[in-house]
C-alpha cells in the first residue's frame, strides 16, 4: 500500500479542489493500490469530504481524514502561541500541517504532496526508493528549478543552508521512522527565533535535515513555470505548479494537463461551469475599467519599462517607445537593483511598466523598497495578449480557475 499525504486549511472552500485534482493525477497513473491521508481542520466542509470519499472509490482507492485541530491540540495551540502573528498576516496554518505527520500517522514511510501538484508517471515509481538512515527524499531546488533557484532567501543568505542542498518541500518522502519525536515543536520554535524566513515549512526541513536527505531525481518535483519557459514538452514527471500557474490554454500541454485530471474529479459540475460563466463577465468588466485606468495615468505620468532583452524590439513596436522614455534591461539581480535606483530618482515622474511572466517576484521586491502598485509601477503584460507576448502569463485565465 502506498501512503500519500496532503494539508488541507480551506478558509474559502475552493483550495480541495486542488486537492482532489492531485489525487486525480495519481489514481490515473497507477495501479497499485494507494491511502490518501489528509491532515486538515474544521475548514474542510461536509460537501467537500463527500467528494473526496467519491473520486477514490471512482479508483476503487482510499481516503482517510485526520482532523489536526483534534489530534493535535497541544501542538496547534504551542503554534498559534509562538507564530500568531505569522499565521494571521503572512502564513496559512496549513502550512505546517505536514510537520504533523510523525504525530498522527506514527510510524513507516508516507509521500507529501503539495495541493499544486499533478502527477504525471506512477506514483509507486517514487514509493519505491529506499530511504535507508535518511529522515526525508527531496528534490533540491536547484534542480527542481533548473538552476533559476531564486537565491535571496534566508538560510542561503545567512549561509545556514548551502544553496546546492536547499530542497523543495513540495514533494517530500518522509521516513516517519527516523524523524525526531519534537520535531514539530523545534521547527516552530525555529521558526519563531528566525522571523526572516520566508516559507514556514520548506526553511523548517531545510534547518534540519538539508545536509541529511535523500536527493532525488529533478522528475520527481520539476516546477512548470520553469518547464514552459523553457519550451520544454510535457513528459513522465512530476509537476509543481508553484505560484498558481494553472490556465485554460488549449494550446499550452501543462493547462491541458491539469485541466484533464481537474475533469476527472467531482468539482467539475454544473455550479462550476456556472461560476465559470459569471467570472468571464466580470472580467471583462475588469478589463473595461483596465484600459479606462491606462488611459489616465498615461495622462499624468511618463512611462519606463523594465523588459527581457529578447522582448524589447517587439514591446517597443507594440506600446510605441520613444527615445526619451528609459528601457532598463532585465538580465540578472543586479537589474533589479538598477531598477529599484531608478525608481527612486523617478518617483512620481514615471510610471514603470514591469515586462516579465514571474511579475509577483518583481512585485513583492518593489513594494519592500516602498513602492506602490498600480501608482509607481504595474504589470505591462497585462496590456498584451498572449500571441503578441509569447509570455506564459494569463492573468485572466487563471482567475477563472481560482473561481472555479
Excluded at 496532503?6 to 482532489?20: A, E, P, Q, R, V
Aim: charged share 25%.
Amino acid at each position: 500500500m502506498i501512503h500519500i499525504c496532503f494539508g488541507l486549511h480551506d478558509g474559502n472552500g475552493k483550495y480541495s479542489k486542488f486537492i482532489g485534482t492531485s489525487m486525480a493525477s495519481v489514481f490515473e497513473k497507477t495501479s497499485s493500490p494507494v491511502t490518501i491521508h489528509i491532515l486538515h481542520d474544521a475548514t474542510l466542509t461536509r460537501d467537500n469530504r463527500k467528494k473526496f470519499s467519491e473520486l477514490a472509490e471512482k479508483y476503487n482507492q482510499h481516503v482517510k481524514f485526520h482532523d489536526v485541530e483534534e489530534l493535535c491540540r497541544d501542538e496547534i495551540a504551542f503554534l498559534r502561541e509562538k507564530l500568531a502573528d505569522k499565521i494571521n498576516s503572512r502564513f496559512s496554518i496549513g502550512a505546517f500541517y505536514r510537520l504533523l505527520i510523525k504525530k498522527i500517522l506514527k510510524t513507516g514511510k508516507i509521500i507529501y504532496l503539495d495541493a499544486d501538484i499533478v502527477v504525471n508517471l506512477d506514483i509507486n515509481e517514487l514509493w519505491q526508493h529506499d530511504l535507508a538512515n535518511f529522515p526525508v527524499a527531496a528534490v533540491p531546488e536547484v534542480d527542481a528549478t533548473q538552476n533559476f533557484i531564486i537565491t535571496n532567501k534566508f538560510l542561503l543568505n545567512t549561509g545556514f543552508v548551502k544553496v546546492q542542498n536547499y530542497f523543495c518541500s513540495g514533494v517530500i518522502v518522509f521516513n516517519l521512522d527516523k524523524l525526531d519525536e519534537n520535531f514539530f515543536y523545534k521547527g516552530a520554535q525555529f521558526l519563531a527565533d528566525n522571523p526572516a524566513c520566508e516559507s514556514p515549512d520548506q526553511d523548517i526541513l531545510n534547518a534540519f535535515f538539508s545536509e541529511n536527505y535523500l536527493k532525488l531525481a529533478q522528475k520527481f518535483d520539476s516546477f512548470v513555470i520553469i518547464d514552459r519557459r523553457l519550451n520544454l514538452p510535457v513528459k513522465e514527471k512530476i509537476y509543481h505548479y508553484a505560484g498558481q500557474t494553472f490556465g485554460l490554454d488549449r494550446d499550452n500541454p501543462y493547462d491541458t494537463l491539469f485541466i484533464e485530471n481537474f475533469a476527472q474529479t467531482p468539482w467539475l459540475n454544473a455550479e462550476t461551469l456556472l461560476n465559470l460563466g459569471e467570472t468571464f463577465r466580470t472580467e471583462n468588466d475588469k478589463n473595461s475599467l483596465r484600459v479606462q485606468w491606462l488611459m489616465k495615468i498615461c495622462s499624468e505620468h511618463r512611462r519606463a519599462f523594465f523588459i527581457e532583452p529578447r522582448n524589447i524590439e517587439v514591446i517597443k513596436k507594440l506600446f510605441q517607445i520613444q527615445e526619451d522614455e528609459p528601457i532598463i534591461e532585465l538580465r540578472n539581480q543586479n537589474s533589479l537593483k538598477e531598477l529599484i535606483i531608478k525608481m527612486h530618482e523617478q518617483r512620481g515622474q514615471k510610471m514603470f511598466f514591469i515586462f516579465f511572466e514571474n511579475y509577483d517576484y518583481i512585485m513583492e521586491i518593489l513594494v519592500k523598497n516602498g513602492f506602490r502598485e498600480h501608482r509607481h509601477f504595474l504589470n505591462g503584460l497585462m496590456f498584451m495578449t498572449r500571441e503578441q507576448s509569447g509570455y506564459t502569463y494569463s492573468p485572466p485565465e487563471r482567475s477563472f480557475i481560482q473561481s472555479l
